[in-house]
């Protein structure tokens, strides 16, 4: 049982380059997140998916895009990378089923380091 | 839309001594979850403890208990006998009726041998 497993760990883009964040989760979670994390800042919400085809913002969502095609996969796109997005990302799952939304657990992934030079 | 303040940057403490860490939270929910995450130098963020509003009593998880006041719309985390391995990133969680959790600055601990 891996949980959530992110790739790359590390990447360092030119700017303007584009690419893709994956993140795959095999625990069945019906919830997927992306975070990012800056220094001093904690974790902002990028983007948030509630199910397959399902996709919203969250409080950063300029300059990415993700798409949920299947239960398992949440995909971040950066297009047109900027030095702002140099941070840490992390890619989150949970499960849903409980009393209230809010009480979800999340598993996270490891994190991707990304650095637009 | 709610927030969540952690007021110290960084704490230090004692191996083997007490430590509490502080977080305030603002929402108009009056049901909610709160959680402390903790995240060592590995990065990996691990889920420390789980609060639910509706309910009094503080959760404890072995050496790590809160201090829930609903009231004053506060959230601290104590940990007893400080062991290096807490040496991490602790982050304040609040999430209530949306699926979204929204995430404190962080408190940078440091535990000296």
């Known amino acids: 049982n891996a949980g959530v497993t992110q790739t790359p760990k590390f990447r360092i883009l030119k700017i303007g380059q584009s690419m893709t964040l994956q993140c795959t989760q095999d625990m069945n979670h019906n919830y997927m997140y992306w975070y990012r994390q800056d220094p001093g800042m904690g974790l902002k919400l990028i983007y948030y998916?509630?199910?397959?085809?399902?996709?919203d913002k969250g409080e950063v969502p300029n300059g990415y895009n993700v798409s949920r095609s299947t239960t398992e996969d949440f995909p971040l796109r950066l297009e047109l990378a900027a030095p702002s997005q140099t941070s840490v990302y992390f890619c989150?799952?949970?499960?849903?089923?409980?009393?209230?939304?809010?009480?979800?657990?999340?598993?996270f992934g490891a994190g991707s380091r990304l650095t637009v030079l | 839309a709610q927030t969540v303040t952690q007021s110290q940057p960084e704490m230090s403490v004692q191996e083997a001594e007490t430590v509490t860490l502080s977080c305030t939270y603002d929402?108009?929910?009056?049901?909610?979850?709160l959680f402390w995450y903790k995240q060592p130098p590995s990065r990996q963020m691990i889920l420390v403890i789980r609060q639910e509003a509706y309910k009094q009593q503080n959760a404890t998880e072995n050496r790590f208990s809160v201090n829930f006041q609903k009231a004053a719309k506060s959230f601290s985390l104590k940990i007893s006998d400080s062991q290096l391995g807490d040496a991490a990133m602790y982050f304040c969680?609040?999430?209530?009726?949306?699926?979204?959790?929204?995430f404190g600055k962080g408190t940078k601990l440091t535990v000296n041998p």
């Open positions: 989150a799952s949970s499960y849903s089923g409980q009393r209230l939304p809010g009480a979800n657990v999340l598993t």
């Open positions: 929402t108009s929910e009056s049901d909610y979850y």
């Open positions: 998916s509630v199910g397959a085809g399902i996709t």
């Open positions: 969680a609040y999430s209530g009726g949306s699926e979204k959790l929204v």
